[in-house]
């Protein structure tokens, strides 16, 4: 007998998501994002040439668009290795999963080394009360790929 694998999103009622999905953010576009349920810190999003400029910043991102962003907070991150790192946190409107989010906090972090320019953490993923199917891509859009 021969037992096909199926996506979770054949089975349950919940937003499933695949480990890499589009997200759309406001003044940028979309961009295809890593989804981490180990993260607990928000969401990142990749800048370098960050400059501070009063209560702003000025950062270059995904597709060398160069923005200028209201600062929200600043959070210190523990990249590793007994590292800790200061970053800008600023906010976006996003669409992902079939939902959109208004003021979504996204620390600015160089992702410069990373393949996926934006990272996206658990507590995102638990204001979609969504399951992550981590052999997919793109389930929440209509361009599914299964890795099974």
Request: charged fraction near 25%; glycine fraction near 10%.
């Amino acid at each position: 007998m021969k037992i096909s694998k199926m996506s979770f999103k054949k089975f349950y009622e919940a937003t499933v998501i695949g480990l890499i999905e589009e997200i759309d953010i406001a003044g940028i576009g979309k961009i295809a994002a890593k989804v981490d349920s180990g993260n607990s810190a928000h969401p990142v999003i990749h800048g370098t040439d960050i400059t501070r400029q009063g209560d702003k910043i000025l950062f270059t991102t995904v597709g060398g668009k160069r923005l200028i962003k209201d600062i929200a907070d600043t959070i210190n991150i523990n990249i590793g290795g007994g590292h800790v790192e200061e970053r800008y946190v600023v906010t976006f409107r996003v669409k992902f999963a079939g939902q959109e989010f208004d003021n979504v906090a996204f620390s600015v972090g160089n992702r410069e080394t990373n393949e996926y320019k934006v990272l996206i953490g658990r507590d995102f993923i638990r204001q979609l009360d969504a399951l992550i199917d981590v052999n997919a891509k793109n389930i929440s859009t209509d361009n599914i790929e299964v890795d099974y």
